[in-house]
């Protein structure tokens, strides 16, 4: 496996490729979307562990830094989810154009805020045939507000701002949050998806996992899946919680691959 990082989006955001080896062109890749807050190595280097898994299995893995975020340009007072939801389409444009992408074989992997950015974005790309929530936000503005507490939007519509953890919140982030909704969205999503929540998620309450099954039961000749990981808490922080999270979600993407491959 070989790593390179880049810049995309006018050369403001920071990404990291991860490619197999052998470098076989093309290839199925994954991009991972982070969640709130986060950042492209995530909470105890999980996309980073991530990407090496996946990419040890052959896959072109792709993490990227929102604004604001990580090593991206930007300050997250400026972020709303949808400059997220821009950002995450740059993303995907970029990956699409590389050369050593199977432009039909493309994969999101979204945790938390990052999994409901997931929802409300792939459907627009038809060649995007699978999607994995790990985790996912249902409920944006309800989710942001219970980790925040609901005096941070107050806060932020007096002063301008919230500061969350050294991260400041505009009241522009607040009233933007209220305006999606990826229970809905996702609906139009024609591909897989798969749900990954653990038991004792103390962030996302893992019934969104069933939410989230709920609206796409009303999706004919829909593939979709749930797992749940017993005792994983909101960032699978446990290496044999990791292990299932990976293993799951790669049995998945072999289930569907196998399902799809004509005999």
Known sequence: MTTKAIRFHSNTLSAVIHKPEPDIHPSPTIIFVHGFIGSKVGEHRMFVKAANYFSNKGFVCFRFDFSGCGESEGDYKDVTVSKQIDELKSAIHYVSQM??????????????????????????????????????????????????????????????????????????????????QPLNTIQSFP?????????????????????????????????????????????????????ELFNRSFDWLQLVKYERTPS
């Open 191 to 243: 591909g897989s998806v798969f749900v990954v929540h653990g038991t004792n998620d103390e962030d996302i309450p893992c019934q969104h996992a069933e939410s989230y099954m709920q609206a796409l039961n009303q999706v004919e000749n829909q593939k979709i899946g749930c797992s749940f990981i017993n005792g994983a808490d909101h960032t699978f922080s446990d290496t044999k919680w990791e292990y």
């Open 99 to 180: 050369k050593e992408v199977e432009i039909n074989n493309i994969i999101m992997i979204g945790h938390s805020l990052g999994g409901a950015l997931t929802a409300l974005t792939s459907y627009q790309f038809p060649f995007i045939k699978d999607i994995i929530l790990w985790s996912p936000v249902a409920n944006p503005y309800v989710d942001i507000t219970s980790i925040t507490g609901k005096d941070a939007e107050q806060i932020a519509q007096i002063n301008g701002y919230f500061d969350y953890k050294g991260f400041l919140l505009s009241k522009s982030f607040f009233n933007d949050l209220k305006s999606h």
